[in-house]
């Protein structure tokens, strides 16, 4: 087995006909539940989870899969992927000789969550004055039999062309969640003194979002950059 980072590709008429396997061992503490995601197998191909299939997928889209019951926890795990091989099979008029296009795996990574986590994260500006207020939208999903109370706080922090660690705007807000769902959750943060993003000065923001239990302890995050301009 040879080392390699993630996205690789493969594919050529010196591997025609040749599948790409991949394997990485992972160690896994305590957790409630653990989602794979993977950004392609293009152009189709399947995952493994200590020897059994957890997932056969027929096209590039991005995976988001359910690995938990497949995982062992306080354990080493072996995460086993194949990407099938690629060849055009109509030919056009500019289509190169070697019909055995690239197949390849694109990047992968495996959250380990509670039950409550989020799932998605959207923001824009609703304005750009003193100060500026960013409209955040948080989805999360409650995978538990019961609802979920807590709160989310909201972090925003300058990350191009500077990045710093202490957040220039701050926010927390009670959330509650139905059992066995997703929510959306909305709220405006405002930021004062906002650096502006235009083509010639593309400031961007990093905004940080933590969901908490009803103790305050954080259980998950998410990020995302952005520039506040309308």
Not at 57 to 80: G, K, W
């Given at each position: 087995?040879?080392?390699?980072?993630?996205?690789?590709?493969?594919?050529?008429?010196?591997?025609?006909?040749?599948?790409?396997?991949?394997?990485?061992?992972?160690?896994?503490?305590?957790?409630?539940?653990?989602?794979?995601?993977?950004?392609?197998?293009?152009?189709?191909?399947?995952?493994?989870?200590?020897?059994?299939?957890?997932?056969?997928?027929?096209?590039?889209?991005?995976?988001?899969?359910?690995?938990?019951?497949?995982?062992?926890?306080?354990?080493?795990?072996?995460?086993?992927?194949?990407?099938?091989?690629?060849k055009i099979k109509t030919?056009?008029?500019?289509?190169?000789?070697?019909?055995?296009?690239?197949?390849?795996?694109?990047?992968?990574?495996?959250?380990?969550?509670?039950?409550?986590?989020?799932?998605?994260?959207?923001?824009?500006?609703?304005?750009?004055?003193?100060?500026?207020?960013?409209?955040?939208?948080?989805?999360?999903?409650?995978?538990?039999?019961?609802?979920?109370?807590?709160?989310?706080?909201?972090?925003?922090?300058?990350?191009?062309?500077?990045?710093?660690?202490?957040?220039?705007?701050?926010?927390?807000?009670?959330?509650r969640f139905r059992a066995?769902?997703d929510e959306e959750f909305?709220?405006?943060?405002?930021?004062?003194?906002?650096?502006?993003?235009?083509?010639?000065?593309?400031?961007?923001?990093?905004?940080?979002?933590?969901?908490?239990?009803?103790?305050?302890?954080?259980?998950?995050?998410?990020?995302?950059?952005?520039?506040?301009?309308?």
């Open positions: 087995w040879k080392t390699g980072t993630l996205p690789i590709v493969h594919g050529g008429e010196r591997y025609a006909g040749e599948d790409l396997y991949l394997r990485k061992t992972v160690y896994t503490g305590k957790f409630d539940k653990a989602l794979l995601h993977i950004e392609s197998l293009d152009p189709e191909g399947e995952v493994w989870i200590n020897g059994e299939v957890a997932g056969v997928y027929n096209d590039r889209h991005p995976v988001e899969l359910d690995i938990s019951r497949f995982l062992r926890q306080d354990s080493e795990n072996l995460i086993a992927i194949r990407v099938k091989h690629f030919p056009m008029g500019h289509t190169p000789d070697d019909h055995n296009i690239g197949w390849f795996a694109g990047r992968m990574t495996v959250d380990l969550t509670s039950p409550a986590y989020i799932t998605g994260l959207y923001v824009h500006a609703e304005d750009v004055g003193e100060p500026a207020h960013l409209n955040t939208h948080i989805i999360f999903t409650n995978t538990d039999g019961v609802p979920f109370n807590g709160s989310v706080s909201v972090n925003i922090y300058p990350w191009y062309p500077v990045e710093t660690v202490s957040p220039v705007a701050r926010a927390r807000f009670p959330v066995w769902c909305h709220e405006v943060v405002p930021v004062h003194k906002p650096k502006l993003w235009t083509f010639d000065s593309p400031n961007l923001y990093k905004i940080e979002v933590v969901l908490h239990d009803e103790k305050g302890n954080p259980i998950d995050d998410y990020a995302v950059t952005t520039g506040i301009r309308t």
